[in-house]
């Protein structure tokens, strides 16, 4: 949301098809994903860059976020809004970000970084959503909540692939074996529960009348193995 350009930039690809759902996020450090600063200079240390560059990029992003994020974000959400585009908010860290979120009228938590911000999003109706990767590590990598105890606590309706699409299968049987949730609601949170979210009611299930969109696998300790896939009923791979 903090883009100059991003009003641009979403009016180019928004009316294409394939977009069903938009998330609304703002990764500027000193709030939600980076409320800790010392976790995001070292996050971005990696980049082989000195204090000074780093204060640099923190004074320039903070100051795009003032004078962006808060017309961006009210532009976005209008223009989802008038195509029926389910919306989510991304990184929720306190209640007033929940707060701003249900007052959108947005119906997903999109990795909500405190388990106090998820359970009042889960209290107010909101999806929770989690990255897999962060179930898969044991942890987030930017020190904020992990899945693996908000799904414990019961606050985890569906995982997102984020930065690693492969982990998506592997975290489904971590909540399984680790977690001793039943697999058919793991499974669920990698399957069912997103297509629901996403308004995409021909897939998620196995169910006469859906796409027979199915996977095989086979778990061998802790490694899940995909040993088939069909598509619509065509077995693919």
């Given at each position: 949301m903090?883009?100059?350009?991003?009003?641009?930039?979403?009016?180019?690809?928004?009316?294409?098809p394939l977009?069903k759902?938009v998330?609304?996020?703002?990764?500027?450090?000193?709030?939600r994903?980076?409320?800790n600063?010392?976790k995001?200079?070292?996050?971005?240390s990696?980049?082989?860059?000195s204090?000074?560059?780093?204060?640099v990029?923190?004074?320039?992003?903070?100051r795009?976020?003032?004078?962006?994020?808060g017309?961006n974000?009210?532009?976005?959400?209008?223009l989802?809004?008038?195509?029926?585009?389910p919306?989510a908010?991304?990184?929720?860290?306190?209640?007033?970000n929940?707060?701003?979120a249900?007052?959108d009228?947005?119906?997903?938590?999109?990795?909500?970084t405190?388990?106090?911000?998820?359970?009042?999003?889960?209290?107010?109706?909101?999806h929770v959503?989690m990255?897999?990767?962060?179930v898969?590590?044991?942890?987030?990598?930017?020190?904020?909540?992990?899945?693996g105890?908000?799904a414990?606590?019961?606050l985890?309706?569906?995982?997102?692939s984020?930065?690693v699409p492969?982990?998506?299968?592997h975290?489904?049987?971590?909540?399984?074996?680790?977690?001793?949730i039943?697999?058919p609601?793991?499974?669920?949170?990698?399957?069912?529960?997103?297509a629901?979210?996403?308004?995409?009611?021909?897939?998620?299930?196995?169910?006469?009348?859906?796409r027979?969109?199915l996977?095989?696998?086979?778990?061998?300790?802790?490694?899940?193995?995909?040993?088939g896939?069909?598509?619509?009923g065509?077995h693919?791979?």
């Amino acid at each position: 949301m903090t883009s100059e350009a991003i009003v641009e930039s979403f009016l180019m690809f928004v009316d294409d098809p394939l977009v069903k759902r938009v998330s609304v996020m703002d990764h500027t450090p000193g709030q939600r994903q980076w409320s800790n600063l010392d976790k995001w200079r070292q996050f971005n240390s990696r980049r082989n860059v000195s204090h000074a560059e780093l204060d640099v990029i923190l004074k320039t992003r903070q100051r795009n976020q003032a004078r962006y994020a808060g017309p961006n974000r009210a532009e976005v959400i209008r223009l989802s809004k008038e195509r029926s585009l389910p919306l989510a908010s991304h990184d929720d860290t306190t209640p007033e970000n929940v707060e701003e979120a249900i007052a959108d009228g947005i119906t997903i938590s999109e990795f909500p970084t405190t388990e106090g911000a998820a359970r009042i999003a889960r209290e107010n109706g909101l999806h929770v959503v989690m990255g897999s990767p962060n179930v898969v590590m044991g942890g987030s990598h930017s020190g904020n909540v992990s899945a693996g105890a908000l799904a414990e606590a019961g606050l985890v309706d569906g995982l997102a692939s984020d930065y690693v699409p492969l982990s998506l299968l592997h975290a489904a049987f971590v909540f399984h074996e680790d977690l001793g949730i039943p697999l058919p609601e793991a499974i669920a949170t990698v399957t069912a529960n997103p297509a629901e979210m996403a308004g995409l009611d021909d897939r998620g299930t196995i169910d006469i009348g859906r796409r027979a969109d199915l996977v095989w696998v086979k778990s061998y300790e802790y490694a899940p193995v995909c040993r088939g896939v069909w598509r619509g009923g065509e077995h693919v791979a």
